[in-house]
T-cell receptor, first 115, second 113 residues
Framework: AQSVSQHNHHVILSEAASLELGCNYSYGGTVNLFWYVQYPGQHLQLLLKYFSGDPLVKGIKGFEAEFIKSKFSFNLRKPSVQWSDTAEYFC?????????????FGQGTTLQVKP | EAQVTQNPRYLITVTGKKLTVTCSQNMNHEYMSWYRQDPGLGLRQIYYSMNVEVTDKGDVPEGYKVSRKEKRNFPLILESPSPNQTSLYFCASLRSQGSYEQYFGPGTRLTVT
């Protein structure tokens, strides 16, 4: 079955702490991987994406993610979080050969950054 | 500006009263989709459409209908809403080929009492 699992449901950090959010997926075939962020009361915004090439991808606002194919993982990282990073983060996957583009989402991780 | 719009943004209604949530995109995308977001479950796809007059069920289609008469519009219809359809709904659009990057609308928060 196709699925995405985010291991951390609620993370609380102090400003300047480092962040790593785990994401593992189960999907047959070649995949595209995404991280989305949802700030309070706002819609989903794309943080970064991986289609092919360098498995370390950099996104907006200092975020990066590493695709490890052997571990079916796509963890999100940021060296130093800010209070403004408080949001919900979603990992998502779709199939490269899919002609529908359907995204499978993880359950989401709520990040709370204390000033 | 490229965007996906949804209306209304907030809606409180009663059980059984038919409602429609509109979705429109200005990017000439072939593919459009509806998701619902529930705490602890992430986003789940309700219906999708690959082009005009082509629609299909997603993972949680029960209680919903859609139509795609024009390329830019993809309304979500709840014929007889029930409290378990209280949720946050997102419309999304996507080019049929290329980056597979989906563009999401601002969301519609629906409460059914």
């Amino acid at each position: 079955a196709q699925s995405v699992s985010q291991h951390n449901h609620h993370v609380i950090l102090s400003e300047a702490a480092s962040l790593e959010l785990g994401c593992n997926y189960s999907y047959g075939g070649t995949v595209n991987l995404f991280w989305y962020v949802q700030y309070p009361g706002q819609h989903l915004q794309l943080l970064l994406k991986y289609f092919s090439g360098d498995p370390l991808v950099k996104g907006i606002k200092g975020f990066e993610a590493e695709f490890i194919k052997s571990k079916f993982s796509f963890n999100l990282r940021k060296p130093s979080v800010q209070w403004s990073d408080t949001a919900e983060y979603f990992c998502a996957v779709n199939g490269r050969s899919s002609n529908t583009g359907k995204l499978i989402f993880g359950q989401g991780t709520t990040l709370q950054v204390k000033p | 500006e490229a965007q996906v719009t949804q209306n209304p943004r907030y809606l409180i209604t009663v059980t059984g009263k038919k409602l429609t949530v509109t979705c429109s995109q200005n990017m000439n995308h072939e593919y459009m989709s509806w998701y619902r977001q529930d705490p602890g479950l992430g986003l789940r796809q309700i219906y999708y459409s690959m082009n005009v007059e082509v629609t299909d069920k997603g993972d949680v289609p029960e209680g919903y209908k859609v139509s795609r008469k024009e390329k830019r519009n993809f309304p979500l219809i709840l014929e007889s809403p029930s409290p378990n359809q209280t949720s946050l709904y997102f419309c999304a659009s996507l080019r049929s080929q290329g980056s597979y990057e989906q563009y999401f609308g601002p969301g519609t928060r629906l409460t059914v009492t």
